[in-house]
Nanobody
């Protein structure tokens, strides 16, 4: 069974940092691209960042580029999202998602309504940034 489990969410102050983890199981990690999405209260889903299987050329949304870093540890089947210089508008439930095709994941980043077709989703972890 394909499973993604997020952790690392919590409360941070403006300007602070958090690191989210997405632990994958039930599939060959190297065969999949992994990405992070978020959904703020009362808002739609937003693509945040995604990474290729090789760990090269990650994608970042404009709202997080320069502040967030996505990385993967293939030995641990885990993808991380390091979030620095957090802002109140980063408050959201963060989800990780996986797909065999990076192009599908990237398309969902740009057009979040396509996210429902991705191969797997985690249950989400809440990040709250206080002002």
């Amino acid at each position: 069974e394909v499973q993604l489990v997020e952790s690392g969410g919590g409360l941070a102050q403006t300007g602070g940092s958090l690191r989210l983890s997405c632990a994958a199981s039930g599939f060959t990690f190297d065969d999949y691209a992994i990405g992070w999405f978020r959904q703020a209260p009362g808002k739609g889903r937003e693509g945040v960042a995604c990474i290729r299987k090789t760990g090269e050329t990650p994608y970042y949304s404009e709202s997080v580029e320069g502040r967030f870093t996505i990385s993967s540890d293939n030995a641990k089947n885990t993808v991380y999202l390091q979030m620095n210089n957090l802002k109140p508008e980063d408050t959201a439930v963060y989800y990780c998602a996986a797909d065999v095709y990076f192009t599908s994941l990237l398309a969902a980043m740009i057009h979040p309504d396509r996210g429902d077709t991705l191969d797997a989703w985690g249950q989400g972890t809440l990040v709250t940034v206080s002002s």
